[in-house]
């Protein structure tokens, strides 16, 4: 899950910088992907994580 975020936030590094959306509102989901850490090595994961990511 976290590679798959990390995969659409380098996505949307590469894209021209839009203007902002005339009423204001953003996409939650582009909202939240810029919110990620650029840093591309993989989070450190624990099996006792699995069920937070399920």
Known sequence: MAEWLRSK???LDDLP???PD???RQ???IRALSQLPR???PL???PS???LLL
Do not use: C, N, Q, T
């Open 39 to 41: 840093d591309p090595s």
């Open 49 to 51: 994580d699995l069920p």
């Open 27 to 29: 996409d939650p989901l």
């Open 44 to 46: 450190p994961l624990e």
């Open 22 to 24: 005339p009423g204001g």
């Open 9 to 11: 936030a380098a996505i």
């Open 17 to 19: 910088e839009l203007p």
